[in-house]
């Protein structure tokens, strides 16, 4: 055997033994079949509680590549995490904008998203998408009681060999109703 074989055997050895650090592993053939709340601690006191927010979430499109002579293509994920454990919450608006303030989409033009506890939402913008490093999403959601603030969030990501970049961000609140 050669030294490179050696090596990466070596190598593969290493990498299976260190994964293996004996933690439970997941169940996906029967998983639980319910989550009850109440059996997390009762002593801890919640955040403030809301029923409604606008905000606005930074993406980046394209960003400046070679002192704005060449734009870096990128295509961006958001996220909308429901962060309540009991209650749902409803998407009103997801609007897109280009980084010159012009409405790009409308993701809910078919109507209001219903995003139940503990759940997550997600929306994609393409890779070919050119709108910009000031690109932006204006997110409203609504509740019928008062809730946790979800948690939203975009990851902006261009995977390329040698040449991988990637933003997260997440949202500000512009409006809220309690």
């Known amino acids: ?9 070596s ?13 439970k592993s997941i169940n996906t053939l029967n998983p639980p079949k319910d989550f009850d ?4 601690r009762s002593d801890m ?17 394209n960003v400046p590549y070679q002192i704005d002579t060449v734009m870096f293509d990128m295509s961006a994920f958001v996220a909308i995490h429901n962060t309540n ?14 980084k010159d303030g012009k409405i790009v989409d409308d ?11 503990l759940a997550t939402k997600n929306f994609y913008i393409p890779y070919e998408d050119k709108s910009g490093t000031g ?3 204006l997110i409203e959601w609504v509740a019928d009681s008062l809730v946790n603030e979800p948690l ?10 040698n040449n991988t970049v990637a933003v997260l961000s997440q949202g500000k609140v512009i409006r809220e109703r309690y």
Not at 152 to 161: D, F, G, I
């Open 107 to 117: 993701f809910l033009e078919s109507g209001n998203i219903r995003i139940s506890p």
């Open 37 to 40: 709340p109440g059996s997390l």
């Open 11 to 23: 190598l593969l050895a290493v990498i299976i033994i260190s994964c293996r650090d004996g933690s």
């Open 152 to 161: 939203v969030e975009s990851v902006t990501l261009n995977v390329k060999p």
């Open 85 to 98: 454990l009991s209650s749902p919450i409803y998407l009103t608006k997801v609007l897109y904008f280009n």
């Open 135 to 137: 690109a932006n999403f």
């Open 45 to 61: 006191l919640p955040l403030k509680r809301i029923s409604g927010q606008l905000l606005y979430l930074p993406v980046y499109s």
């Open 1 to 9: 055997m050669n030294m490179k074989r050696i090596f990466v055997l």
